[in-house]
């Protein structure tokens, strides 16, 4: 009889422990099942690029290279792509503004201010045409009454440029107006302007010559 109920309580025992395993197996297997429909959130993923560097645009270019109308082809073969290529240098534009600054200067003269047209460009003149005006202002005859003129400049265009040659000449048309007598008339005037490059590197007016009225 103790044999009996002894057989019995481990059959019990037994049924629990398998009981509890199953129950255990069925949880594991719930909170898995948990977790598989909700994930954790997760730090994105940063994509790594190995940075690119581009050469320098101008980097084929010479150091120290001016650029003009003389040479363009030269730069368009090296930067095809650049729209500066088809346009005028530094060097060529400093010596076209000093040209129609001269001109428009050169050109505007009052009998109240006497030569201070010629005096007050001396600085922007080679010592030749520098002379040549100091000779002309001796030549000069004073005038009667008075008598005035201007110049603005109508248009500008290169007729030659040469770094080479270290010249440049320039053909202006400017617009005048000339008082004398009591009366004005106005009319536009062709100009020749040459200038020279100096040891220095500046620019300086080497001749002027006056053309025709249109």
């Known amino acids: 009889m103790d044999f009996d109920i002894l057989t019995h309580h481990m ?12 129950a255990l197996a069925l949880f594991g297997l719930l909170v898995t099942t948990i977790f598989d429909l909700f994930p954790s959130k997760q730090e994105p993923l940063v994509s790594i690029e190995t940075p690119v560097v581009l050469p320098d645009r101008n980097e084929a270019l010479p150091t120290g290279a001016v650029f003009d109308q003389a040479n363009a082809d030269d ?3 090296i930067n095809p792509s650049d729209p500066a290529s088809d346009k005028q240098g530094t060097l060529e534009r400093d010596a076209q503004d000093l040209a129609v600054f001269f001109i428009e200067r050169f050109g505007t003269y009052s009998s109240d201010a006497g030569f201070s047209y010629i005096d007050d460009l001396s600085g922007f003149m080679t010592d030749s045409l520098r002379s040549n005006l100091e000779a002309s202002k001796l030549a000069t005859p004073a005038r009667d009454g008075f008598y005035s003129i201007t110049a603005d400049l109508a248009s500008v265009a290169t007729d030659t440029f040469s770094p080479s040659s270290r010249s440049a000449t320039f053909s202006a048309v400017l617009n005048r107006s000339e008082t004398a007598g009591g009366n004005t008339e ?4 062709e100009a ?6 100096s040891g220095s590197g500046s620019w300086l007016v080497d001749s002027v010559v006056w053309g025709n009225k249109l």
């Open 11 to 22: 059959q019990q025992r037994t049924k629990i422990s398998i009981i509890i395993a199953s």
């Open 75 to 77: 730069f368009a073969a």
């Open 186 to 189: 106005q009319y536009q005037q």
């Open 192 to 197: 020749l302007v040459l200038l020279k490059q």
